[in-house]
Every structure is written in structure tokens, then in C-alpha cells.
């Protein structure tokens, strides 16, 4: 374990860890053009496309758990790029769906060929991708993603 870890909370271990991956995405990605929050537009965009969808960018949002604006922000620099199309929805005309080009594939490719290869070293401890033990991880991860959370007023002191 990390020293001084031994004693942090839950939140905070949460914190550290997606810090440590976004750096390690981040550097990894780098070579390629990319940063880790457009890696991850990219890499569900693939997902997506390979499930037969061509979603919209509010759709990407959601799958993604980015911030609306942030995602157009994101694909304005990667239709910039010539990584991905961004196209009018024929049935409404207010939502933008996305597509990977022909560049954007192959650079998308590489970049999950490379963040994999990180994955696998994270999970390594825990017996890698296929491990009963990082089963469990992925499912109790799921479930705290799942929990909503609301603001908690706190008392701005009593007069």
C-alpha cells in the first residue's frame, strides 16, 4: 500500500486513483495527439459505432459522464484534428451526432491498444483483467457509480 494510505478514506482513495490514471492516460495518449478526456470521447465513440449507433453528442455526454458543453468542446477539437464528423441528426435538427473518420479509427485503435496495456499493469496486483478479483472491483465500482448524489446544504453559521 501507498505510504500514508493506510488511514485515508475511501473518498480520497477514490480521488488518488483517478488522478493516477488520468496522468498515466494523459502521457500515454500524448504521442498520439490525444488527452485523456478526448481518449475517452474517442474510445466510447468506437464502442458506440461498433454497437451500431451513431450518437449524439448529448448521448456521449451521458455515456461518458462529461459535461455536455465539454463534449462539443471536445469534438470541435477533434473534427479539427480530422478525427471525428460532426453531422446534423436528420430527425432533429438541434442535436449533433458524431463519427469516427478513417483517421479517427486508426488513431482511436492505437489509443485503446495503449491504454489497455496500462489497464493491464493497474490490475496487475489484482490478478489482471480476468481475475474473480477485478470481476469484483468492476462490479462494485458499477454500483457506486449507480448511487445519485445530491448536494448536502451545509449551515452558513448561526447569527
Given at each position: 500500500?501507498?505510504?500514508?494510505?493506510?488511514?485515508?478514506?475511501?473518498?480520497?482513495?477514490?480521488?488518488?486513483?483517478?488522478?493516477?490514471?488520468?496522468?498515466?492516460?494523459?502521457?500515454?495518449?500524448?504521442?498520439?495527439?490525444?488527452?485523456?478526456?478526448?481518449?475517452?470521447?474517442?474510445?466510447?465513440?468506437?464502442?458506440?459505432?461498433?454497437?451500431?449507433?451513431?450518437?449524439?453528442?448529448?448521448?456521449?455526454?451521458?455515456?461518458?459522464?462529461?459535461?455536455?458543453?465539454?463534449?462539443?468542446?471536445?469534438?470541435?477539437?477533434?473534427?479539427?484534428?480530422?478525427?471525428?464528423?460532426?453531422?446534423?441528426?436528420?430527425r432533429d435538427?438541434?442535436?449533433?451526432?458524431?463519427?469516427?473518420?478513417?483517421?479517427?479509427?486508426?488513431?482511436?485503435?492505437?489509443?485503446?491498444?495503449?491504454?489497455?496495456?496500462?489497464?493491464?499493469?493497474?490490475?496487475?496486483?489484482?490478478?489482471?483483467?480476468?481475475?474473480?478479483?477485478?470481476?469484483?472491483?468492476?462490479?462494485?465500482?458499477?454500483?457506486?457509480?449507480d448511487v445519485?448524489?445530491?448536494?448536502?446544504?451545509?449551515?452558513?453559521?448561526?447569527?
Amino acid at each position: 500500500m501507498s505510504k500514508g494510505s493506510e488511514r485515508a478514506t475511501p473518498g480520497f482513495l477514490v480521488w488518488r486513483l483517478s488522478t493516477k490514471w488520468r496522468v498515466a492516460v494523459d502521457r500515454a495518449v500524448a504521442p498520439l495527439g490525444l488527452t485523456h478526456a478526448q481518449y475517452s470521447l474517442i474510445a466510447s465513440l468506437h464502442g458506440m459505432q461498433r454497437a451500431g449507433e451513431r450518437p449524439s453528442q448529448r448521448r456521449l455526454a451521458d455515456h461518458t459522464g462529461l459535461e455536455p458543453l465539454y463534449v462539443s468542446k471536445l469534438a470541435r477539437a477533434l473534427e479539427s484534428a480530422g478525427l471525428i464528423e460532426r453531422t446534423r441528426d436528420p430527425r432533429d435538427p438541434r442535436a449533433v451526432q458524431l463519427a469516427l473518420t478513417a483517421q479517427g479509427e486508426e488513431v482511436t485503435r492505437r489509443a485503446i491498444t495503449v491504454v489497455q496495456g496500462l489497464l493491464e499493469q493497474l490490475l496487475a496486483p489484482l490478478g489482471g483483467m480476468k481475475s474473480a478479483r477485478t470481476h469484483a472491483l468492476t462490479d462494485e465500482l458499477r454500483t457506486l457509480l449507480d448511487v445519485p448524489l445530491e448536494p448536502i446544504e451545509t449551515s452558513q453559521g448561526e447569527s
